[in-house]
């Protein structure tokens, strides 16, 4: 599994998670989710309902990544992606205040 890792950025920027698994096939699911608050953001690359147009995901050679664009401080928190339905990791996004100028 690809280990994800904490990301530390500003409000305004762009910030793209990855997680996955080598080899993942079609048939395999990710779902990427939010702790604050808790709620399911994608399946594989299908949007659930509710969740702002400022997140994303772009398919990678390891799953899906998921894209948070123009970072506001309430996306900050932890954010868990589901592979197949058992394995699991977790990564913290940290949004400073200050208005971003460049994207990570």
């Not at 904490?6 to 762009?14: D, I």
């Not at 990855?18 to 048939?27: N, P």
């Not at 608050?37 to 398919?59: A, C, G, M, W």
Request: proline share 4%; aromatic share 8%.
């Amino acid at each position: 599994m690809v280990e994800p890792r904490n990301v530390t950025t500003t409000q305004g920027s762009t910030v793209l998670m990855d997680c996955g698994v080598d080899g993942m096939t079609k048939d395999d699911v990710m779902v990427w989710s939010s702790r604050n608050p808790d709620k399911t953001l994608f399946h594989n690359s299908l949007k659930i309902e509710n969740v702002p147009k400022r997140y994303s995901v772009q398919p990678s050679t390891s799953g899906f990544s998921l894209v948070i664009s123009r970072l506001r401080l309430e996306d900050a928190g932890e954010y868990v992606c589901s592979i197949r339905g058992w394995q699991q990791k977790s990564m913290f996004l940290s949004v400073n205040g200050t208005v971003g100028m460049f994207s990570t």
